[in-house]
C-alpha cells in the first residue's frame, strides 16, 4: 500500500515545497489563498502565478480555504454572508487550480459546552453547509471540513449525516483533536466517528499545550505517529495524509513515517 501523501506550502516556503513534492512524487496543499490580504488583494495576479508554480506537481493538489474569523452558520446573517462569500471565492480558486477539494474549519466554538449553543449551532450549519456543498459541486470541488475546537467527534458526524451532500466530506486534524477535544475521545474515537466521510487527513506534532506544527519525531512531540498511521491506513478508504508542518526539513524528515513507493522510499 502506498500513502497518498501532500505537503502544505504556504506562500513563504512554496517553492521549496514543490522541490520536495517533485522529489518524492507528492502532491501540495495550497495555503496562499486563506489570508484575507491575498483575497482582497490581486489575487487573480496570484492565481495565474500558482497555476505556473503548480504545472508537473506529481501528486494531487488541495487548497486550505479561508479560516481566519470565519463564523459559519453565524446567527449574524452580515457576518454569515461575509463566510459565504469567502468559502464561495475559494472554491472558484479552487476550480482554476484544478484543486480537488478545499479544507474548511467547521468554527464550532468548543468553550460552549451548553445545548442551546449546540443545538443553534448545528440547525443554522446544516443549510450553510448543505448550500456551499452544491456550490462546489458545480465548481467540481469538494469540501473537506476540519475539525478545529469541537471537543467531541459528533459534533461534525451530526452535522455531515443531515446535510448528507456527496461534495460535504471530513478532514481530520490529529493534532487539533488531541488538543482541543474532551480527553476522553482519542484518535480512535474520531476515526470511528468521522469514517463514513473521511477523505483529508491534517498531521503534525505538538507539545499537548500549543497547537505547534512540528514534525512526526520532534523531541518534545506528544502524538506518536508509529501508532497513529496503521490505524489510518486501516480504515476502508485511507484518507490523504497531508505533512502539515512548518518547516520543510520536517516534512521531509517524517517521510520516513510514509509508506511511499519503492524507488522514493530508499531515499527517504
Known sequence: MTDRVIIS??????????????????????????????????????????KM??????????????????????????INQVCYQRYQHALHVAN????????????????????????????????????????AATQGVKIALENMWEFEPGILADLLTDVN????????????????????YNVDDWLTALQPWLIHSHMNNNNGIIDEHYGFSWVDGVLDYSAILPKVRALPTPPNIVLEMYHVNDMRDSLKYMQLNEAKKRLA
Open 9 to 50: 506550502a504556504d506562500r513563504n516556503n512554496i517553492e521549496d515545497c514543490l522541490d520536495l513534492a517533485r522529489e518524492f512524487d507528492l502532491g501540495i496543499e495550497v495555503m496562499a489563498f486563506a489570508y484575507p490580504d491575498i483575497l482582497d488583494g490581486d489575487w487573480e495576479n496570484t492565481l495565474r502565478v500558482y
Open 53 to 78: 508554480l503548480l504545472r508537473g506537481v506529481p501528486g494531487p493538489i488541495t487548497l486550505h480555504g479561508p479560516f481566519m474569523d470565519m463564523v459559519s452558520g453565524s446567527p449574524d446573517g452580515r
Open 96 to 135: 482554476e487550480l484544478k484543486a480537488e477539494l478545499v479544507v474548511f474549519h467547521a468554527n464550532f466554538i468548543g468553550s460552549l459546552h451548553n445545548i442551546p449553543y449546540r443545538t443553534g449551532w448545528h440547525e443554522r450549519n446544516v443549510p450553510f453547509w448543505a448550500s456551499l456543498a452544491e456550490y
Open 165 to 184: 451532500h456527496p461534495s460535504l466530506r471530513a478532514c481530520l486534524d490529529v493534532g487539533h483533536a488531541s488538543l482541543f477535544a474532551d480527553k476522553n
